[in-house]
């Protein structure tokens, strides 16, 4: 069974400071996964994905993941954050060859002036 | 404007009576999906829709009903609320039902049920 685990439940960090939010995930097969945001009152939107190829996945709004397949870790960076990128954060992951995607419990992202 | 429409965006019930909540979709996605958010467990699945007429249960089903009808619309139904259906829904649509395609979310839904 597939797992994904987002090591920080909330993350405080002032304006213009790099960040990093944490995804580790478990599955005995090959994976596609995925980092979603949701900001408050809305419904998660993309920010990024990795099906395949190159480990450095680059997303909207500056973030960008790295894929480790060996330490199975997925984790969300930005070298500088905004006020504006207060909001929760989700990791999900789905088997290439199914039809779910399990996502993670989030991370809330609080950036302070 | 592409987009996944919920209704209601609010409702407060009673336990035991019914009630739909209503999802459309005008993307032609073949993949619909509904999720439950609560704090600290992030989005869990509850039914899952690769195309018309063909659905299956995701990880937390029981107590849900749906139905898949139309290419457009995944209406989610309750038809005996609980308390422990209390919670912020969210129906998802993407293009096919791979697991590599985005999914798209509706504005959710908040249920109370008392």
């Known amino acids: 069974a597939q797992s994904v685990t987002q090591l920080d439940s909330q993350v405080p960090v002032f304006e213009e400071a790099p960040v990093e939010l944490r995804c580790n995930y478990s599955s005995s097969v090959s994976v596609y996964l995925f980092w979603y945001v949701q900001y408050p009152n809305q419904g998660l939107q993309l920010l990024l994905k990795?099906?395949?190829?190159?480990?450095l996945v680059k997303g909207i709004n500056g973030f960008e993941a790295e894929f480790n397949k060996s330490q199975t870790s997925f984790h969300l960076r930005k070298p500088s954050v905004h006020i504006s990128d207060t909001a929760e954060y989700f990791c999900?992951?789905?088997?290439?060859?199914?039809?779910?995607?399990?996502f993670g419990a989030g991370t809330r992202l609080f950036v302070k002036a | 404007e592409a987009q996944v429409t919920q209704n209601p965006r609010y409702l407060i019930t009673v336990t035991g009576k019914k009630l739909t909540v209503t999802c459309s979709q005008n993307m032609n996605h073949e993949y619909m999906s509904w999720y439950r958010q609560d704090p600290g467990l992030g989005l869990r699945q509850i039914y899952y829709s690769m195309n018309v007429e063909v659905t299956d249960k995701g990880d937390v089903p029981e107590g849900y009903k749906v139905s898949r009808k139309e290419k457009r619309n995944f209406p989610l139904i309750l038809e005996s609320p609980s308390p422990n259906q209390t919670s912020l829904y969210f129906c998802?649509?993407?293009?096919?039902?791979?697991?590599?395609?985005?999914?798209?979310f509706g504005p959710g839904t908040r249920l109370t049920v008392l």
């Open positions: 999900a992951v789905s088997n290439t060859g199914g039809f779910k995607t399990i």
């Open positions: 998802a649509s993407s293009l096919s039902p791979g697991a590599r395609d985005t999914q798209y």
């Open positions: 990795y099906l395949s190829g190159s480990t």
